[in-house]
């Protein structure tokens, strides 16, 4: 069984930094693609950033030059940094991971939990 645990919201004010972290625990033969999602009520789920196996990334408009997303292969983690932050950034932000968990076995599309993140300005 796999599982997603996030980390690292919280509030901070406009102009400050958050790093929110993805750790991917469990059976995992391999990782394609890892991603950061955010949502707001009554919205849908927006992307914010995706990196590859091969380590691209893709930005939404709205935090290019502001985000970077990263992941550490050995601890099977990945990361987005947020810098410059504004209250438009204001959500719940998802992890989400494309893995394949054994070697014959059909890959999987996995979300963590959801984890606040709150600008004041």
């Not at 950061?36 to 290019?64: F, M």
């Amino acid at each position: 069984q796999v599982q997603l645990v996030e980390s690292g919201g919280g509030l901070v004010q406009a102009g400050g930094s958050l790093t929110l972290s993805c750790a991917v625990s469990g059976s995992i033969y391999s990782i394609n693609a890892t991603g950061w999602y955010r949502q707001t009520p009554g919205k849908s789920r927006e992307l914010v950033a995706t990196i590859t196996s091969g380590g691209s990334a893709y930005y939404a408009d709205s935090v290019k030059g502001r985000f970077a997303i990263s992941k550490d292969n050995a601890k099977n983690t990945v990361y987005l940094q947020m810098n410059s932050l504004k209250p438009v950034d204001t959500a719940v932000y998802y992890c989400n991971v494309f893995l394949v968990p054994s070697r014959l076995a059909a890959p999987l599309d996995l979300w963590g939990q959801g984890t606040q993140v709150t600008v004041s300005s």
